[in-house]
């Protein structure tokens, strides 16, 4: 387990901007207050990580952020969207309201990664035991975010207005039959109290390191879970004429869904993954079962691709079945739509991430087919999403573990620039906007 600085919260707040208050933060500033609380966000990620939690089971993370939260002096509000927390830091002077999010849980993945920090921890999800990783970074996003709120702590004389941080749930989803997110987040009053004016987010990969890239317009594209469900009949493994095949079933979607995503949609116009991912039927080598279930993902960029490739596929689904006398169907549920940069937002944000790591930003980065639920902040304020690169140096780009792999891991000195980021964000839009 990590071991943390011994300085209270308040106390190292108080000494990165020691004679400030004269003078609103600078750039400089803001570098040094980062620099100064490095080696704790450090400690704060390398715990988080030996200790994930999965969407909705994050009550560890959440204690640990409440408690830091209320060292720094700020209003906490907890069980915020089922385990979520809310941090509100109302500065010395009137203004504007801004919001930085960071989501807390991790996958059922089993880590690989060697680290002397890494997860043994397993978990109940829907009915299994299953190992647990942060395998997507979220334990940098919530230790990033804590070091943001250190700096701003320390600044809190000379903000104007107030800056809310988003400590959110079950990014990843939740299990069958719960709800979790960033919806839940919204609808439990996460941009109400106070109400909020514009919202960020920062997500780190396995990018070049400290680079920072965003996209104005459609940036993650939208999400639908996918479940199929066939009813065939059962049979005798070797009197596969007597029942329905199963594997052949599977297989035909299969092949129906490559032929949709790559061949009846213009694949130029806009991006569509289409992606099966598990298939799930039968007990025993010698019987061909009656029941197969399949899962998986539709990733698209619009509204108007997305019913199309929609309706495709539950057409082909019914055909499909039909045709080996089973009954099929495709059923969408648990929808992220479109993670949209809000345009005027966006080209604010290019100085200011420069600030923060300058020569790296790049504001025409390449659409992400991962899905995101940011998105649902940037339907109800002004947003922007922006991803921070990760790699370590000693790792080249064409090998580098992407998210969600059990050997993802990254460079943590670009945790200094991350926070410096989220500051600088924070500080420029309440004292321009």
Request: aromatic share 6%.
């Amino acid at each position: 387990m990590a071991v943390f600085a011994r300085v209270s919260g308040v106390a190292l707040a108080a000494a990165l901007l020691a004679g400030s208050a004269l003078a609103a933060p600078s750039a400089a500033q803001v570098a040094a207050a980062a620099k100064a609380v490095q080696p704790k966000v450090v400690a704060w990620r390398r715990d988080i990580h030996e200790h994930p939690e999965l969407g909705n089971q994050e009550v560890r993370t959440a204690a640990l952020v409440a408690k830091e939260l209320r060292a720094l002096g700020f209003e906490v509000r907890e069980g915020v969207g089922r385990t979520g927390v809310v941090g509100v830091l109302k500065g010395g002077k009137p203004g504007k309201v801004v919001a930085l999010r960071a989501d807390m849980d991790a996958l059922p993945v089993e880590e690989k990664t060697g680290l002397p920090f890494a997860s043994h921890v397993t978990a109940q999800w829907e009915g299994r035991t299953l190992p647990v990783m942060h395998a997507c970074g979220h334990d940098t996003h919530v230790a990033m975010l804590l070091g943001t709120a250190t700096v701003l702590a320390g600044m809190k004389a000379d903000i104007p207005g107030a800056v809310v941080l988003i400590f959110q749930p079950a990014e990843e989803g939740s299990q069958a039959g719960e709800e979790g997110g960033a919806g839940l987040m919204i609808r439990d009053g996460a941009l109400d109290r106070p109400k909020v004016d514009a919202v960020f987010g920062l997500h780190i990969g396995p990018g070049d390191a400290h680079a920072l890239n965003y996209r104005a317009g459609g940036f993650y594209a939208g999400s639908d879970r996918l479940t199929i469900t066939v009813k065939g009949k059962q049979t005798h493994g070797a009197r596969p004429w007597a029942g329905v095949d199963m594997a052949s079933v599977a297989a035909d979607i299969v092949q129906a869904f490559n032929q949709i995503a790559a061949r009846q949609v213009d694949v130029g116009a806009s991006p569509t993954v289409l992606t099966v991912a598990t298939i799930n039927m039968g007990v025993r080598n010698n019987i061909i079962p009656e029941d197969l279930t399949m899962t998986g993902t539709l990733r698209t960029f619009n509204a108007e691709r997305r019913a199309d490739v929609m309706d495709k596929v539950q057409k082909a689904v019914a055909a499909i079945g039909d045709r080996y006398g089973a009954k099929a169907q495709a059923v969408f549920t648990q929808p992220y739509p479109v993670t949209t940069n809000d345009p005027a937002l966006s080209a604010w944000v290019k100085p200011v991430l420069e600030q923060a790591s300058p020569g790296k930003v790049d504001d025409q980065a390449a659409l992400v087919t991962g899905a995101e639920d940011f998105s649902r902040y940037g339907e109800k304020a002004p947003a922007v999403f922006i991803q921070l690169g990760g790699r370590p140096a000693s790792v080249p780009a064409a090998t580098a573990p992407a998210n969600h792999s059990p050997y993802f891991d990254v460079d943590e000195a670009v945790f200094e620039t991350g926070v410096k980021a989220e500051v600088l964000l924070a500080l420029d839009y309440l004292a321009k906007k």
